[in-house]
């Protein structure tokens, strides 16, 4: 009986030490997200080399509309994909927004193994606007991101003057109390914020980022653009709390932030609906 409760507790030291911050900085091989429809010959293709020697696979989506009224970067969630944004892309051609799709590093067609929650993809992102302005001199461009790309979002909006507003969907306020909260809901509350940090902290060292200087609501307080949040109120993955946290923490008088009523991480735009489409237009009208 002690034999077998010290190899249990070897075993759960084990994962703890070694396995838990693989599982923190790999991106899961799938995601809940649905692929959408969209006009696959609309999108033209292309590639972009990271800072670090990376290769980043995105697309382009030009507008349908004679005059492009900005560009909006895309930056998809953990686990996700360029496809999955290609739906909202051909939406915003119909309303003279140009797009730019991508696979985030360690995602999809990228290059990358591990993902550092905006440490390193912010850098990504300038490269990407830099991309834009040769190809589109003097537009304005914004960027829009969901879950993590929504702290990835943020954090470039502090560091790259070349963007002028974002949309920040379902994200989380800081890294550090995040992956707590994800490991405690899968343990049914019997998480550790101990065990929690310290393998945050190895995540870090085995991916070369600091865990530390991740807090999107830290940033947030740096930011004059203006933002548009959205947050289901039913958001189990990422409570409805951390968007709140981030819009007190902004600055501008220019901020806005939506809570979808029953909508949980998956769901906000289904349940959202008309309204909320409706006033992500006006939003992105007004940045024009």
Request: proline share 5%; charged share 20%; glycine share 10%.
């Amino acid at each position: 009986m002690l034999s077998t409760a010290f190899i249990l507790l070897f075993v759960g030291w084990l994962a703890a030490e070694f396995l838990s911050p693989f599982l923190i900085i790999i991106p899961p091989p799938g995601h809940r997200y649905d692929i959408p429809d969209f006009d696959r010959g609309s999108f033209q293709n292309f590639e972009l080399v990271t800072s670090d020697h990376l290769k980043l696979s995105a697309a382009f989506r030009p507008s349908n509309q004679s005059e492009t009224q900005s560009v909006v970067i895309f930056v998809h969630g953990i686990g996700g994909k360029k496809e999955h944004f290609m739906g909202m892309a051909d939406w915003l051609a119909n309303q003279g927004f140009a797009s730019v799709v991508f696979d985030g590093r360690a995602h999809g067609q990228s290059g990358g193994r591990y993902c550092t929650f905006g440490y390193k993809e912010k850098q990504d992102i300038r490269v990407i606007v830099n991309w834009i302005q040769e190809k589109l001199p003097g537009v304005k461009i914004g960027i829009w991101g969901n879950s993590l790309g929504g702290a990835i979002a943020l954090q470039s909006l502090a560091i790259e003057p070349h963007l002028s507003f974002g949309i920040v969907q379902s994200t989380f306020a800081d890294l550090e109390q995040v992956v707590f909260d994800y490991r405690n809901r899968i343990l049914q509350g019997l998480g550790s914020r101990k065990i929690s940090n310290r393998a945050l902290r190895r995540a870090g060292w085995i991916a070369d980022f600091d865990p530390g200087s991740v807090c999107p609501a830290q940033v947030a307080s740096q930011l004059e653009q203006p933002i548009l949040l959205i947050h289901g109120e039913q958001d189990e993955n990422i409570s409805v709390d951390n968007g709140e946290q981030i819009y007190q923490a902004l600055p501008s008088s220019n901020k806005h932030f939506i809570r979808v009523p029953g909508a949980d991480h998956f769901d906000v735009f289904d349940k959202g609906g008309p309204r909320l489409h409706d006033e992500l237009i006006y939003f992105l009208a007004q940045q024009r």
